[in-house]
């Protein structure tokens, strides 16, 4: 029964890890926005502000949960959760600490991959549950978007995999060298901006777009299922930025324990401010440069840096 | 009855209740729903049988891949407004029929080489699949190339026919 009891313990903590990052991660987006915008962000409550986004998640917890009476009712409730619960999922293969990763498989690299790919048709059955136009065109853009991006996503971290010659992250963490670092910098370009794009933020928030589209698939959601997908958004951030913190950066770089899950968390706080960073700076994409830059951009960069590290491959 | 067979047999349900549900739901999309689950169960039977790598590949072709591109094609055709039933023709019987019959197939076809339903607790991980692959399943693994770039040919050929 361990097994399974170390499950619903892992889970639990994910969904716990996920709903604390998301707090502080909606608080740092205001503050980032803020100064971007040469405004202060919140600052009324608790000191900095920080007390705000508690704040807000006691109302939005309290909030009536609204169905559409044209929904497909059992669709719509369940939605938000089929697309959470895949990016919880994928939480429990990067490596935080030296000879650590909650779930330690030889295809880790693939199921960080893979796994999130199930919450894209969450995505499309909310678009469709809601019956309403700009939620079935969110849907519809976000499942496209997904897609293509997943493509350039995958081969920016199959570098890693040639250099280690395993897709256990364990094993790759521990083959890491400085120098791949140089070596992949075109793979972590291309990571940036795919897994910017993955997790639907700006300026590629094109499903969500809401000048034009109120807020696309979770237009008709409020309350805590509405805060779902807030939390699988910015849980999807968190991700992105650990697993390339890890990979691209070294992670915990050798250091032993609290202190390499400290180092680990530093340099994922990092990209995960430039990502925020970049969609406060650039205007939203227009769709048909969205996949352009997917298809005709990203992933020939990502075909390139394969030839570039197969070619150092022989040499060392 | 140990843990592991009460996961295949949780396992064994979710598949069964999902492909009745894609047979017999009248919506579209929760007949999309129902293969979804149906897919993710095979995923957890590879990953029983201890072919993680197969089971995580399952995950992201036919659930990430295959299903949201069903699931895309539904959304851009027609919804009648009031929900009632999409489909218009059914074969239910000949469908039975032809399901019993290749189920009665496969079963013999198989007998034998499955093991009783317990974790034999061998993991077939990407470089025993590699060294299978480009070893002495070479044969095997080219030949579904082939058949794949067929299969591509013939989609070209069938939808671009007449266009001259």
Redesign the interface.
Known sequence: ?S??AWGAFYGLAAGLVIAVAALIGVWGERKVSARIQMRIGPQELGPFGLLQTLADTVKLVLKEDITPRAA?VR?FRIAPLIVFAPIAMSLAVIPYAAGFAPLD???GV??F???P??S??GV??A???SRNTYA?IG??RA??QM?SY?LPRTLSVLPFVLLAGS?RPLDIMDEWRWWWIPLTLIAFVVYFISSVAEVNRGPFDLPEAESELVAGYFADYSGIRWAIFMMAEYGGLVAASLFGAAFFFGGYLGLPGALGVIVLIAKATLIATAMMWVKWTYPRMRPDQLMGTAWKVLTPMALVQLVIVGAVIPWL | MTLASIIFALLGVVAVSGAVVTVFARDVSRMAMGLGAFLLAVAGFFVYWGATFLGVVQLFVYIGGVLVLMIFAIMLVHRSPDGSPLLETRHDVAALAVAGGLFFMVVMALRGVVPDSVNQGIESGPAELTEAFLGPMLTHFEMGGVLLLAVLVSVVVILGGDDR
């Open positions: 029964m097994g399974l497909d669709i498989t030889s295809v693939l199921f991959m893979a796994v790919a199930i894209v048709i499309l059955l678009g469709w549950a079935t849907g519809l499942a496209a897609i997943e897709m």
